[in-house]
């Protein structure tokens, strides 16, 4: 039997309860979610840190390891961490601490790691066995004020000890570092920011508090990643993104063009987009250079050291460098996106999206309720002094009494404090008084103290008071107090100097389509059940072409790697498939159902080669139809897109090249119809307009073709061609019914 089942069994009936299982469960999965957005995966809006990182910074500061002492072992930290405050493994632990010492991770590092912590090619850090931390100045910002009684503190997951709420932050965390994380039902994305810019915003919005978000972009133009690299968002998609706190941030690596002899040149990638391993890059170029998708490219090459450093070598001198680039941006990782989602715990409680100004607002807040709590624990300990001064300054005025009190009394406590009006305190520290102080210097020093401390309390009495110009000095002070940390860590250090460069919007550079792809000829099958295959070269002998059983020939096409190709459903929408992406090789290819969104009712009826600016007669077997652009049915996705809407029952089947002024309409009732080309609507979408009218069946073939040339058709090997004045009895409009064709039309019905 096992454990569980004999500790059921041995429940009293009395406390077995009936709980419905949907409730039971939504209750403890409530308490997940919410121990998950609380305490695991969303940042504090006031100092930006999840509690993993708040605990290893208060881990640190306990085992003393300040910026300017000697490192501890990284598994010393971790093992504090995991066993005091955090319960959860030291694997996770680890690298949330290896992530606060990477500089090219975050923006202003808190820890300050020893070996090897990692790199920007994506390899992992050493072991915490191998590696040594100790904290940063950023860190020390961070918990400036935590012996002042500046935050809260609360209870360990054990109750064995104690830890703070929330940092007391001097520094701008949460927009200087940025934070990413995903909880239950939502997630957060924060980007790095200056910490420049951020103070002077910070100290712009305490002096006008009515700054809007657009104000503020004006000084913090957008993010500021620790890799460096190029923004290429426009302002208003900026300011946009920072006003809803959702949105995106296109990154585009910094590149140079390097000369070389004979009029040879290279491109050098000195700086990467954010959160990009440069190893894989490599690997995805070097991919595409080896899948002949990089036309431009002749070769790439890391030459990095402890600076990025990737060379990109073309063709030829004669390609321009910035389709070059423009091309590699389309197709790999030197261009990517950075999602903002401003959605964090603000005052540690309730998550939400907060826009720019929202959060720099919380930033102050905090700051202003860490300053009136550390003055107020400045107050009590000044009050605490003063109360001893006092007492010692009686004790000196009347220092023989004391003195006999002392000698002659066991109990001289009680009896200080009755004959001196003498608090416990005063009266403690009298005892505790050391016989070297019993001289008058002594006495002139607590006489100074006290006048010092007197004036020290009247001052944060005047900083605490709840008055205009009481609430405009404490604002004041948190100025003078953003205005050091832009002093230590602003863009007048090195650490502080704006990496990434603003670019504004850029323009787009329409890229041949043969730098993506090399253009090569191609012969293209398609059989009759929809498998498509390309042969490389254009084939005329087709003997060697096999089918599955059952299967056929359907389409044949002659065309180039570069070129789109234009496929028509039966149910009126049209796909586009670039022909580089056909499967190669003499093989049965691939279902085309594998390459677009094809309804399983649907079948292909027409493929043909996208030309710019051509026009196209659709129409469906009940002869409805009109004309329209190629440039119009090009569909962007696999979806396809909708053009002609057949009628119940009727089925897109046509879909040729106009060619002429007149039309030829054959009816599957053998009647023959001419008409002008013009009689049809060129049209976006839609059913179309009658082309030829039937009482019974529908339409069996069109043609379009030049009036004077005549009207040719085929029966069997010859050709016959039937000029303008043979063809006045079967001319006429639109819609009409027609009549029987010339003797010798074939009997299919077909043109050809």
């Known amino acids: 039997m096992r454990h569980s089942d004999k500790k059921v069994k041995d429940t009293p009936a009395s406390q077995i309860q009936d709980q419905n299982l949907g409730d039971v469960l939504g209750e403890k999965y409530l308490a997940y979610a919410l121990s998950t957005i609380m305490s695991r995966s969303l940042p504090d809006v006031r100092d930006g840190l999840k509690p993993v990182h708040r605990r290893l910074l208060w881990a640190m500061r306990h085992l003393q390891i300040p910026s300017t002492g000697m490192p501890k072992k990284s598994a010393r930290v971790v093992g504090d961490v995991m066993g005091k405050y955090?319960?959860?493994?030291?694997?996770?632990?680890?690298?949330?601490?290896?992530?606060?010492?990477?500089?090219?991770?975050?923006?202003?590092?808190?820890?300050?790691?020893?070996?090897?912590?990692?790199?920007?090619?994506?390899?992992?850090?050493?072991?915490?066995?191998?590696?040594?931390?100790?904290?940063?100045?950023?860190?020390e910002a961070m918990m400036e004020g935590l012996d002042d009684d500046a935050v809260d503190f609360r209870s360990?997951?054990?109750?064995?000890?104690?830890?703070?709420?929330?940092?007391?932050?001097?520094?701008?965390?949460?927009?200087?570092?940025?934070?990413?994380?995903?909880?239950?039902?939502?997630?957060?994305?924060?980007?790095?920011?200056?910490?420049?810019?951020?103070c002077a915003a910070l100290y712009k919005l305490i002096e006008n508090p009515d700054m809007t978000v657009d104000d503020l972009v004006s000084i913090i133009p957008g993010p500021d990643f620790p890799t460096g690299g190029v923004l290429v968002e426009g302002r208003d998609a900026i300011v946009e993104a920072y006003k809803t706190g959702r949105g995106s941030f296109r990154m585009r690596a910094k590149?140079?063009?390097?000369?070389?002899?004979?009029?040879?040149?290279?491109?050098?990638?000195?700086?990467?987009?954010?959160?990009?391993?440069?190893?894989?890059?490599?690997?995805?170029?070097?991919?595409?250079?080896?899948e002949r998708k990089l036309t431009l490219l002749d070769d790439v090459r890391d030459e990095s050291s402890d600076v990025v450093r990737l060379v990109l070598v073309p063709k030829s001198r004669n390609v321009d460098e910035n389709i070059l680039m423009e091309s590699l941006f389309k197709v790999t990782d030197l261009e990517s996106k950075f999602s903002l989602n401003m959605n964090v715990l603000d005052k540690g409680v309730l998550p939400r999206i907060m826009d720019l100004k929202e959060v720099l607002q919380a930033f102050l807040e905090h700051r202003l309720e860490v300053l009136v709590r550390r003055s107020r624990s400045r107050l009590d300990r000044i009050n605490h002094r003063l109360e001893v001064l006092a007492g010692l300054l009686v004790a000196y005025l009347n220092l023989d009494e004391v003195i006999a009190i002392i000698r002659s009394e066991d109990e001289p406590k009680p009896i200080l404090m009755a004959k001196f009006s003498l608090t416990e305190v005063q009266a403690e520290a009298i005892l505790n008084m050391r016989l070297r102080s019993l001289r008058k210097l002594e006495e002139m020093e607590i006489r100074k103290e006290h006048g010092e401390l007197s004036a020290e309390k009247a001052d944060v009495l005047s900083l605490l008071e709840e008055t205009p110009a009481g609430v405009k000095r404490r604002w004041k002070v948190v100025g003078r107090e953003i205005a050091?940390?832009?002093?230590?860590?602003?863009?007048?250090?090195?650490?502080?100097?704006?990496?990434?460069?603003?670019?504004?919007?850029?323009?787009?550079?329409?890229?041949?389509?043969?730098?993506?792809?090399e253009k090569e000829p191609i012969t293209i099958f398609c059989s009759q059940m929809g498998w498509v295959r390309a042969m490389k070269g254009h084939l005329t002998d087709y003997s060697g072409i096999t089918y599955k059983d059952g299967d056929g020939e359907k389409f044949v096409l002659h065309t180039q790697t570069t070129d789109r190709l234009l496929l028509l459903a039966t149910n009126g929408r049209f796909y586009t498939i670039m022909g580089d992406n056909l499967p190669r090789g003499r093989g049965f290819g691939e279902p085309v159902r594998l390459m677009v969104d094809l309804e399983n009712e649907a079948d292909i009826t027409e493929v043909m080669v996208y030309e710019p600016g051509k026009k196209v007669l659709v129409a469906a077997d009940d002869g409805r139809g009109f004309v329209i652009s190629c440039d119009n049915v090009l569909a962007e996705t696999r979806?396809?897109?909708?053009?002609?809407?057949?009628?119940?029952?009727?089925?897109?089947?046509?879909?040729?090249?106009?060619?002429?002024?007149?039309?030829?309409?054959?009816?599957?009732?053998?009647?023959l119809l001419v008409f002008p080309l013009e009689e049809i609507p060129e049209m976006a979408r839609g059913q179309g307009v009658k082309l030829q009218n039937y009482k019974d069946g529908g339409c069996s073939d069109i043609k379009t073709f030049r009036l004077e040339d005549g009207l040719t058709w085929k029966r069997g090997e010859a050709v016959r061609t039937e000029n303008a004045d043979a063809l006045l009895p079967w001319r006429g409009h639109r819609a009409a019914a027609g009549r029987l064709p010339p003797n010798g039309f074939p009997r299919s019905n077909k043109f050809s």
């Open 156 to 198: 360990t997951y054990d109750n064995s000890d104690h830890e703070p709420v929330v940092m007391p932050a001097a520094f701008p965390n949460l927009l200087a570092n940025g934070a990413s994380g995903i909880a239950v039902g939502m997630a957060t994305s924060v980007p790095p920011h200056n910490v420049g810019e951020l």
């Open 639 to 671: 979806k396809g897109k909708q053009i002609l809407n057949p009628k119940e029952g009727a089925k897109a089947t046509f879909c040729l090249p106009v060619t002429g002024d007149h039309v030829a309409i054959m009816g599957d009732n053998r009647k």
């Open 255 to 290: 590149w140079e063009v390097e000369h070389l002899p004979q009029g040879q040149y290279q491109v050098v990638v000195t700086e990467i987009p954010y959160q990009v391993p440069k190893s894989r890059l490599v690997e995805k170029i070097a991919e595409l250079l080896s």
């Open 484 to 517: 050091a940390i832009d002093k230590k860590f602003g863009g007048e250090t090195e650490i502080g100097r704006r990496r990434t460069e603003i670019a504004g919007k850029v323009e787009v550079i329409d890229i041949p389509l043969e730098a993506m792809v």
């Open 86 to 139: 955090h319960p959860h493994g030291d694997v996770a632990i680890y690298e949330a601490m290896v992530r606060l010492a990477q500089d090219f991770s975050v923006r202003y590092p808190l820890v300050d790691g020893h070996g090897n912590f990692g790199n920007i090619d994506g390899d992992s850090a050493a072991h915490m066995r191998y590696t040594e931390a100790r904290m940063t100045q950023v860190a």
